[in-house]
């Protein structure tokens, strides 16, 4: 019976052993755990929350307080212009919308330069830099070509004939500001878009709608560069020269010729005879 009594009280002492040791590898995987959860949290990146845009928006709408949400961004990279509260989005209060002048898409978060000063019309006077005009621009692009949106940069090209005749095209106007778009921009129909220009180039673009018909060239995002003059006429196409006049012969003078006149009786002739000068 000892023996007994002595085995299960052997068995009982190794089983509370095996219980402690399991509660301390609990314990120590649980704090392991709470350390690095406490690591990562201080690892991780401060967020804050600023507004956005629940639904895509585009030149002209109006932004109110139905087309916010809030979303959480992280605030070393927040970029500046930004709005955190409903106050510094709506100064003049949520009853004066502000104009959208650049498109943005559902989350993107609402910047100062995409958006009017409260209360200003939604006009494009808001659009137009001191200094420059708003000019609306008339040309053809290639059909299937894409959408032109606002802000994007074009090349402007003048078809038209010389006063000698010869059709030529030449890069009047090189990185154009696109400002508003007016008009589908899809067809094959002349574009109308609307670039911002200085007022001695609303007079050459006048001119050329005028004279000629304009073509729209895309310029690459991030693409600074100003193209020099270009001007193409139908010899870059087919090889062709123009033919150059054939020397005039040097005109050769004629000898001088004297003649008296001479009558013999009723006849009358004329004699030659050297020429005194």
């Known amino acids: 019976m000892r023996v007994v009594f002595g085995l299960v009280l052997l068995l009982g002492m190794g089983l ?38 629940a639904r895509p928006l585009t030149y002209g709408e109006q932004l109110t307080k139905d087309d916010l949400r809030l979303i959480p961004y992280v605030r070393d990279v927040l970029p500046e212009g930004s709005y955190a509260t409903e106050e510094e ?7 004066v919308p502000r104009i959208v002048v650049l498109p943005m898409l559902e989350n993107e978060i609402i ?24 000019f609306p621009v008339q040309g053809r692009m290639a059909a299937g070509f894409g959408t032109l949106r606002p802000d994007d940069r074009i090349d402007v090209y003048w078809t038209g004939r010389l006063r000698d005749g010869r059709e030529v095209t030449n890069l009047i106007k090189s990185g154009l500001q696109i400002i508003a778009i007016t008009g589908d921009t ?16 609303v007079a050459l673009l006048t001119q050329a709608q005028n004279s000629g018909q304009l073509t729209l060239a895309l310029v690459g ?11 193409v006429d139908n010899s870059a196409l ?10 005039e012969s040097p005109a050769v003078e004629e000898p001088r010729r004297c003649f008296v006149v ?3 009786g009723t006849s009358r002739s004329e004699v030659e005879v050297e020429c005194s000068d």
């Open 89 to 95: 989005l709506f100064p003049m209060g949520v009853d």
């Open 111 to 134: 910047m100062a330069s995409k958006v009017t000063e409260p209360g200003v019309s939604r006009g494009l006077t808001a659009l137009v830099e001191p200094g420059y005009r708003a």
């Open 221 to 231: 995002t991030g693409d600074m560069s100003v193209s020099g003059p270009v001007t």
């Open 238 to 247: 087919t090889g062709e020269q123009d033919e150059a006049p054939a020397p």
């Open 262 to 264: 001479q009558r013999s």
């Open 186 to 201: 899809g067809g094959r129909d002349p574009q109308n878009v609307i670039v911002q220009v200085t007022p001695e180039e």
């Open 16 to 53: 509370a052993a095996f219980a402690v040791y399991m509660v301390n590898q609990y314990m120590d995987t649980q704090t392991a755990a709470l350390e690095r959860a406490r690591e990562a949290a201080a690892t991780a990146p401060v967020t804050v929350e600023v507004y956005a845009v």
